[in-house]
C-alpha cells in the first residue's frame, strides 16, 4: 500500500491499482474550505497523471461525505477577482474529476450538500449508503451551483425533476436518489466501502486503455455541454457572491 500526502485528504494506492481519495475533514463533516477544493483537484490530478492507478474510489473520512460550504471558516470574496478564483478553484476540481482519464467510483456516505452533492454527481459510478442524504441549498442562500450540475443533472434525472431539486432544495434519501436515476446502487452503511473497492477492482481488471477510451468517448459527446455549464455557473456564482446579502445568508444557514 502507498500512501500520498495532502493537507485534508487521506489517499492510497493498493496493489490491484485502487487509489483511495478520501476528504478527511471528519470533525466539519468534510465541509469545503480552500484547502479541501485545491486538495482535491491536486489528488485528483495526482491520480490521473500515475500509470500505476487504474481506478480511483472518492469518499470521505467519518459522517458525511462532504457538507457543502464550511461556514467556521468562509471567508466571503470581497471583490470579483477574489469570486472568480474562488469559484475557478471549484471548477477545476470538476474538471480533474469528470474529465481525468481514470474512472471514478463514489463512496457516498452520510450528507452530500452543495458543493459535494456535485463532487457525488461528478462521479462515473455512485454508490450511496443508505442512509446517506442530499440537497442543494444554492437558491435559498442567493449563489448558484457548480460542477457542471446544471448540464449533469438534466442528463441523469430528466430537466424537470432537476428544476425542482435546484430551484426548491429539497432534502433526498438515497433510495429516492436511486428511483429517479441518480444513485447507481445503494448498499448498508457498513458495506459502503467495500462494495466501492469490489466495483473499483472489476474495473481494475478490464483492459485499462479500453476503459479510458470509454469514458473519453461518453464525455466527449457531452464535453461542450459540460465546459458551457462550467462557465455559465461560473459567472452566476461570482455574481452571487458579490451580492451583499449573500454573506449574512450563508452564515444564517442551517
Not at 148 to 175: F, H, I, N, W
Not at 206 to 217: C, F, G, N, S, T
Request: charged share 20%; net charge negative.
Amino acid at each position: 500500500m502507498t500512501t500520498f500526502t495532502y493537507a485534508t485528504i487521506l489517499s492510497s494506492l493498493d496493489a490491484k491499482g485502487v487509489r483511495t481519495i478520501a476528504l478527511n475533514r471528519p470533525g466539519s463533516l468534510n465541509a469545503m474550505n480552500r484547502a479541501l477544493i485545491d486538495d482535491v483537484a491536486r489528488a485528483f490530478d495526482d491520480a490521473n497523471a500515475c500509470p500505476d492507478t487504474k481506478i480511483i474510489v472518492f469518499t470521505g473520512e467519518g459522517r458525511a461525505f462532504c457538507a457543502g460550504d464550511d461556514r467556521r471558516e468562509h471567508v466571503h470574496p470581497e471583490t470579483e477577482a477574489e469570486a472568480r478564483d474562488l469559484v475557478e478553484a471549484i471548477q477545476a476540481a470538476t474538471r480533474a474529476i469528470t474529465f481525468g482519464a481514470k474512472p471514478v467510483v463514489g463512496a457516498i456516505n452520510g450528507w452530500a450538500v452543495g458543493g459535494g452533492f456535485e463532487w457525488a454527481i461528478n462521479c462515473d459510478f455512485a454508490i450511496w449508503g443508505e442512509s446517506a442524504r442530499a440537497f442543494f441549498p444554492e437558491m435559498s442562500l442567493g449563489v448558484f451551483v457548480t460542477g457542471s450540475v446544471t448540464s449533469l443533472l438534466p442528463a441523469l434525472v430528466g430537466l424537470q425533476k432537476a428544476r425542482e431539486m435546484l430551484y426548491l432544495g429539497e432534502r433526498y434519501s438515497a433510495g429516492e436518489l436511486k428511483d429517479i436515476g441518480l444513485a447507481w446502487r445503494v448498499v448498508p452503511d457498513a458495506e459502503l466501502r467495500q462494495a466501492a473497492q469490489a466495483v473499483a477492482e472489476q474495473l481494475a481488471l478490464l483492459p485499462q486503455d479500453a476503459i479510458r477510451r470509454m469514458k473519453h468517448a461518453l464525455n466527449a459527446s457531452a464535453v461542450c455541454s459540460i465546459e458551457q455549464a462550467l462557465k455559465l455557473e461560473t459567472e452566476a456564482t461570482v455574481a452571487g457572491f458579490l451580492d451583499p446579502e449573500t454573506t449574512q445568508r450563508i452564515l444564517s444557514f442551517q
